[in-house]
């Protein structure tokens, strides 16, 4: 099945690639929303496409449907704890503007 | 096949380990705070690879546990650390 | 070609484990401390011990940053002052006389070689047969399960289990005499985040099944009660944080139940073993399993309402000291 281990091996290498792009943002970038927001992105669509790949490596459909589920719970979190921390370092910034949205 | 699993972990770990430097360098603790983000989607990753690589499939369960933590970390820190500065919740 | 793998990871939690130790500010070392949590889980991995790294992971990095995270901001607040003292004193330190240094670090330095050469030692003398696994799993079908890990904790070797849950409690009781109890304070207000009460809202099943998953896959894979507890803790401490702590709204009697039971029903069930004529927790094969489950069940409950009791205590103890004191009993 050469087919399959090139796609494989190309998700694996996209995925490496989004991981790099994240971790030089964390390091690179000057301010820390910045940081957060590359940070988030590209971590999240690096694992989206190595579980891809996994999923695609190990043939068989319940692991598929297990690391599928791994990446969604993954992204749910992520997204809700990038937010997080950046309204916490808002109100860190600015402590008394804060308006309730309800 | 195996070779480049080898070789993804390896780049993934050096992710982590480069990681560490806005450990340090992170003027407030929000810097800290997202890398272990980082820890944590870069070590699902590499559990990832690895359960493939093992032909292990219990090492997804290793997987949502630590996505689970690096969760918690963040709420734990956003909810205890807001109190202190004596606003509602 | 996997040996670059081991090496690399090896490289790296020593240097993390270094690091959490050695900086000098504390937010670094918390984070510090996970990282090295999840590294340590990946090395169990690599060494083939997946229940150790479920556990290393959940409870041993997870658990104790929020509690590291948790006494952190006690030191979040004060003032700068106080934090230049604190370097002053530490920068006078070191600009003492180096030689009056020398003994302690040739302490160290022995200490760790002797370190290093026990630790060379016993891994040199690892059995040809690999120990006793083959013992293992030879007595496998009796046990009741099908996991060498899960059979000897729950059956081989419940005693000690059984401890260790005790262990636990002791940990709970402990939070208890420092702080006392103070379950039962004014009810706090639900938080009306809508993102904090959306994660709570959907993480909570989640969590939930997923542990109940991962209780009963103890039988044929990694697993089993304590990593299922580190789990359902996390709903009690996510549903605390939200503001809904869930021992409130449970009679006071029923908390001390959930807790004991764990304890309690292994040792009930030990002692009932006993009466009808066997050694200490010997379960009879064909029960075996069933008995493993129960037991399993009972006892995660039971440590995750121990541990969400004492991050709801030490929560409360350092966050209001004045609060007035209700009356207990």
């Not at chain 1, 590209?42 to 599928?68: Q, T, V």
């Not at chain 3, 990282?35 to 990095?61: K, M, Q």
């Not at chain 3, 009660?225 to 401490?237: C, N």
């Not at chain 3, 129960?294 to 409360?316: D, G, K, P, R």
């Given at each position: 099945?050469?087919?399959?281990?090139?796609?494989t091996v190309?998700l694996l290498v996209?995925g490496c690639?989004?991981f790099?792009?994240?971790?030089?943002?964390?390091?690179?970038?000057?301010?820390?929303?910045?940081?957060?927001?590359?940070?988030?992105?590209?971590?999240?669509?690096g694992l989206?496409f190595i579980a891809a790949a996994m999923a695609l490596h190990i043939?068989?459909?319940?692991?598929?449907?297990?690391i599928?589920?791994i990446w969604?719970?993954?992204?749910?979190?992520?997204?809700?704890?990038?937010?997080?921390?950046?309204?916490?370092?808002?109100?860190?910034?600015?402590?008394?503007?804060?308006?309730?949205?309800? | 096949m195996d070779s480049i699993f080898i070789i993804v972990i390896v780049f993934l770990l050096?992710n982590i380990?480069?990681?560490?430097?806005?450990?340090?360098?992170?003027?407030?603790?929000?810097?800290?705070?997202?890398?272990?983000?980082?820890?944590?989607t870069t070590g699902m990753a590499i559990l990832l690879v690895l359960a493939g690589y093992l032909k292990e499939l219990?090492l997804l369960?290793v997987a949502?546990?630590f996505?689970?933590?690096?969760?918690?970390?963040?709420?734990?820190?956003?909810?205890?650390?807001?109190?202190?500065?004596?606003?509602?919740? | 070609?996997s040996?670059?793998i081991?090496?690399?990871l090896?490289?790296?939690?020593?240097?993390?484990?270094?690091?959490?130790?050695?900086?000098?500010?504390?937010?670094?070392?918390?984070?510090?401390?996970?990282?090295?949590?999840?590294?340590?889980?990946l090395?169990?991995v690599r060494?083939?011990?997946?229940?150790?790294?479920?556990?290393?992971?959940?409870?041993?990095?997870?658990?104790?940053?929020?509690?590291?995270?948790?006494?952190?901001?006690?030191?979040?607040?004060?003032?700068?002052?106080?934090?230049?003292?604190?370097?002053?004193?530490?920068?006078?330190?070191?600009?003492?006389?180096?030689?009056?240094?020398?003994?302690?670090?040739?302490?160290?330095?022995?200490?760790?070689?002797?370190?290093?050469?026990?630790?060379?030692?016993?891994?040199?003398?690892?059995?040809?047969?690999?120990?006793?696994?083959?013992?293992?799993?030879?007595?496998?079908?009796?046990?009741?399960?099908?996991?060498?890990?899960?059979?000897?904790?729950?059956?081989?070797?419940?005693?000690?289990?059984?401890?260790?849950?005790?262990?636990?409690?002791?940990?709970?009781?402990?939070?208890?005499?420092?702080?006392?109890?103070?379950?039962?304070?004014?009810?706090?207000?639900?938080?009306?985040?809508?993102?904090?009460?959306?994660?709570?809202?959907?993480?909570?099943?989640?969590?939930?099944?997923?542990?109940?998953?991962?209780?009963?896959?103890?039988?044929?894979?990694?697993?089993?009660?304590?990593?299922?507890?580190?789990?359902?803790?996390?709903?009690?401490?996510?549903?605390?944080?939200?503001?809904?702590?869930?021992?409130?709204?449970?009679?006071?009697?029923?908390?001390?139940?959930?807790?004991?039971?764990?304890?309690?029903?292994?040792?009930?069930?030990?002692?009932?073993?006993?009466?009808?004529?066997?050694?200490?927790?010997?379960?009879?094969?064909?029960?075996?399993?069933?008995?493993?489950?129960?037991?399993?069940?009972?006892?995660?409950?039971?440590?995750?309402?121990?541990?969400?009791?004492?991050?709801?205590?030490?929560?409360?103890?350092?966050?209001?000291?004045?609060?007035?004191?209700?009356?207990?009993?």
């Amino acid at each position: 099945m050469m087919i399959k281990e090139i796609i494989t091996v190309i998700l694996l290498v996209v995925g490496c690639f989004f991981f790099l792009a994240g971790t030089l943002g964390v390091l690179r970038f000057p301010d820390l929303f910045s940081r957060l927001h590359a940070l988030t992105k590209a971590d999240n669509l690096g694992l989206g496409f190595i579980a891809a790949a996994m999923a695609l490596h190990i043939a068989s459909p319940w692991a598929a449907l297990k690391i599928f589920s791994i990446w969604f719970f993954t992204l749910l979190a992520s997204s809700t704890s990038c937010y997080l921390i950046a309204r916490f370092q808002k109100e860190k910034d600015q402590p008394s503007s804060r308006k309730e949205e309800e | 096949m195996d070779s480049i699993f080898i070789i993804v972990i390896v780049f993934l770990l050096l992710n982590i380990a480069l990681g560490l430097f806005r450990v340090w360098r992170g003027p407030t603790v929000s810097d800290r705070l997202l890398t272990t983000q980082l820890f944590g989607t870069t070590g699902m990753a590499i559990l990832l690879v690895l359960a493939g690589y093992l032909k292990e499939l219990t090492l997804l369960n290793v997987a949502i546990t630590f996505n689970v933590l690096a969760i918690l970390l963040v709420i734990c820190l956003f909810k205890v650390w807001k109190k202190k500065k004596g606003e509602t919740p | 070609m996997s040996i670059i793998i081991d090496i690399l990871l090896a490289i790296l939690t020593v240097y993390l484990a270094l690091q959490s130790l050695l900086v000098h500010r504390l937010t670094q070392n918390v984070f510090l401390f996970f990282a090295f949590g999840l590294a340590l889980a990946l090395a169990w991995v690599r060494l083939g011990a997946v229940d150790v790294a479920i556990t290393e992971a959940a409870i041993a990095s997870g658990f104790l940053g929020v509690l590291f995270l948790d006494a952190l901001r006690d030191f979040s607040d004060t003032s700068s002052k106080k934090w230049d003292d604190l370097e002053l004193v530490r920068n006078s330190l070191h600009s003492k006389n180096p030689k009056s240094l020398f003994l302690p670090r040739l302490a160290l330095v022995l200490g760790l070689l002797l370190f290093l050469f026990i630790s060379l030692e016993a891994i040199w003398k690892i059995p040809d047969g690999g120990g006793l696994t083959a013992a293992a799993e030879a007595m496998l079908p009796e046990s009741g399960v099908e996991h060498p890990v899960t059979a000897v904790l729950l059956n081989f070797r419940a005693y000690d289990t059984w401890l260790e849950i005790g262990v636990i409690l002791l940990g709970l009781l402990a939070v208890f005499t420092v702080g006392g109890i103070k379950i039962y304070r004014k009810p706090q207000a639900i938080t009306h985040d809508p993102l904090l009460r959306q994660v709570i809202l959907f993480s909570t099943p989640i969590l939930f099944l997923f542990g109940a998953f991962i209780l009963y896959f103890g039988k044929s894979g990694p697993g089993g009660a304590f990593q299922a507890a580190v789990l359902w803790g996390a709903i009690g401490i996510l549903l605390y944080l939200g503001g809904k702590p869930i021992f409130t709204v449970i009679p006071r009697w029923l908390l001390r139940l959930i807790l004991t039971i764990g304890l309690g029903f292994f040792l009930l069930l030990g002692f009932l073993i006993i009466a009808s004529g066997g050694a200490l927790f010997e379960y009879p094969p064909a029960y075996a399993g069933i008995l493993i489950l129960i037991v399993e069940t009972l006892a995660a409950i039971s440590i995750a309402a121990a541990l969400t009791a004492i991050f709801a205590n030490l929560n409360q103890m350092t966050e209001e000291p004045k609060e007035s004191n209700q009356p207990i009993e």
